[in-house]
């Protein structure tokens, strides 16, 4: 791969009919066949044996964008990556697209304005830490850095927070794009991990009186404590 980069200029480009492959640097081709059709080839060795890689006709794809291109190609081969495999791989959903997609898919069923403000504030201020990355790469641990700061703090909150968190993985896993198991999942999953909200919320109420304390408040007999009795 020539170390060489931007040896063509958009003149050359235009101006070019000798058929053959035009050098750019960096393993960009501007490929002109025998018969006059011009179209951009990505080159590189792998083991000794050279593989190429199509970017597109000079038609449809300007010499700029052919170099965005082959950037994007040599920064895959830097990271050990198959520049066409890692292009033909089809794209998965952001936690942030699916929970937007969700949104909008849901538009004509919400109650009021209200309703949909508070899905959409949740699902992107709550849930930032998750909103760039793919769904397939959330796992477990990443859902609880979003609840549990939450969870203590503001239960109702965070509960609602977590169903809204599962609705958004069922809809990307509808839509082929979500991962096995669901990570925000409660029964049987989360549930082993997180208290349940009863016992945060519902206070511990101090005990009754017993009788032998209430008959030294009201003598025994009478009426006070014959309606204490009842």
Not at 108 to 113: A, P, V
Not at 163 to 177: S, Y
Not at 215 to 224: E, Y
């Amino acid at each position: 791969m020539a170390r060489q980069l931007h040896t063509l200029s958009a003149r050359t480009v235009a101006t070019l009919t000798n058929a053959g492959r035009h050098s750019d640097g960096g393993g960009l081709y501007l490929n002109i066949t025998a018969t006059g059709a011009r179209s951009w080839v990505f080159m590189w060795k792998v083991a000794g044996k050279r593989r190429e890689m199509g970017l597109g006709s000079l038609r449809d794809v300007p010499l700029a964008k052919a170099r965005e291109r082959a950037a994007e190609a040599r920064q895959k081969l830097a990271e050990g990556l198959d520049p066409i495999a890692a292009r033909d791989k089809p794209k998965v959903m952001t936690f942030g697209e699916a929970a937007d997609a969700l949104i909008e898919s849901m538009s004509s069923s919400w109650r009021n304005e209200k309703h949909c403000a508070q899905w959409k504030m949740t699902l992107t201020v709550y849930c930032a830490p998750l909103r760039s990355k793919p769904v397939t790469e959330i796992g477990t641990e990443d859902v609880l850095k979003v609840l549990q700061p939450l969870w203590t703090t503001k239960p109702e909150t965070a509960s609602r927070l977590r169903g809204r968190i599962e609705r958004v993985f069922d809809f990307a896993r509808a839509q082929g794009h979500g991962p096995g198991e669901n990570p925000a999942r409660w029964r049987g999953h989360l549930e082993a991990v997180l208290p349940k909200r009863a016992k945060l919320t519902r206070g511990h109420h101090k005990a009754m009186p017993s009788m032998k304390c209430l008959s030294s408040w009201w003598p025994c007999g009478s009426a006070k404590a014959s309606l204490l009795v009842l």
